[in-house]
Antibody, heavy 118, light 107 residues
C-alpha cells in the first residue's frame, strides 16, 4: 500500500523559515517524480514544485522561486521543501504528491499545515 | 499560464441523478487534462487521467471526455459518498494549473 506522510508544518512569523518533509513507502521512490502542491484555507489547489527522480530537473511556480528549495534523498525515501522568507500568502496545507512524469498526480499525502502569521 | 475555468462552482444534486462538470482551458491542451475528487478534510484523489482514461479502483460511474479546450467530468447515478469538490488539472505547460473547483452537494 502506498503511503506519503508529510511533516514539518507549523506556525512561523513572516520572513521566517520552515523545512517540510515527506516520507514515502509502497512504491519505488528513486524512480518517481515528486511534487509539492498547496491549498490555502478554503481555497483551491496550487502546484508549487516538481523534482525529477534523480534531482536533475526541478521546477517551481513563480511565486516561490528564489524562496523555496525542493530536494530529495532517495536513500531515505524522502522529499523535502525548504521554505525561506515566508509570507502570509504562503499559508496553506502543503501536500507531497507523486506524479507520473510530467502529468497527473497519482498519489497524495495527507498534508501538513503551514501558517505564516505574526 | 493556462487558466482552467470550471462550471458550475456549486451543484446540489439528488442521489441517482447525473452530474456534469465542465472545465474550459484558456488554450488548447490536447488531452493533458486530469480530474480529482477531494472530500472534506481529505487529500485529493485521482479520478480520471488524460481526459478520459479510467483509474483502477475508481467507480465506473465516473467518466471523462473532451479534448482541446473543453472537457467534461460525468458522474452517472450520483451516490451520497460522491459529495466532494472536484478539480480539473492541466499538465501540458508549466506552471501546471488547476480549475477553481466544483463543489457537489447531496440534497
Amino acid at each position: 500500500e502506498v503511503h506519503l506522510v508529510e511533516s514539518g508544518g507549523g506556525l512561523v512569523q513572516p520572513g521566517g523559515s520552515l523545512r517540510l518533509s515527506c516520507v514515502v513507502s509502497g512504491f519505488t521512490f528513486s524512480d518517481s517524480t515528486m511534487n509539492w502542491v498547496r491549498q490555502a484555507p478554503g481555497k483551491g489547489l496550487e502546484w508549487v514544485s516538481y523534482i525529477s527522480s534523480s534531482s536533475g530537473t526541478i521546477y517551481y511556480t513563480d511565486s516561490v522561486k528564489g524562496r523555496f528549495t525542493v530536494s530529495r534523498d532517495n536513500a531515505k525515501n524522502s522529499l523535502y521543501l525548504q521554505m525561506n522568507n515566508l509570507r502570509a500568502e504562503d499559508t496553506a496545507i502543503y501536500y507531497c504528491a507523486k506524479s507520473d512524469g510530467y502529468s497527473f498526480f497519482d498519489y497524495w499525502g495527507q498534508g501538513t499545515l503551514v501558517t505564516v502569521s505574526s | 499560464e493556462i487558466v482552467l475555468t470550471q462550471s458550475p462552482d456549486f451543484q446540489s444534486v439528488t442521489p441517482k441523478e447525473k452530474v456534469t462538470i465542465t472545465c474550459r482551458a484558456s488554450q488548447s491542451i490536447g488531452t493533458s487534462l486530469h480530474w480529482y475528487q477531494q472530500k472534506p478534510d481529505q487529500s485529493p484523489k485521482l479520478l480520471i487521467n488524460y481526459a478520459s482514461q479510467s483509474i483502477s479502483g475508481v467507480p465506473s460511474r465516473f467518466s471523462g471526455s473532451g479534448s482541446g479546450t473543453d472537457f467534461t467530468l460525468t458522474i452517472n447515478s450520483l451516490e451520497a459518498e460522491d459529495a466532494a469538490v472536484y478539480y480539473c488539472h492541466q499538465s501540458i505547460t508549466l506552471p501546471w494549473t488547476f480549475g477553481q473547483g466544483t463543489k457537489v452537494e447531496i440534497k
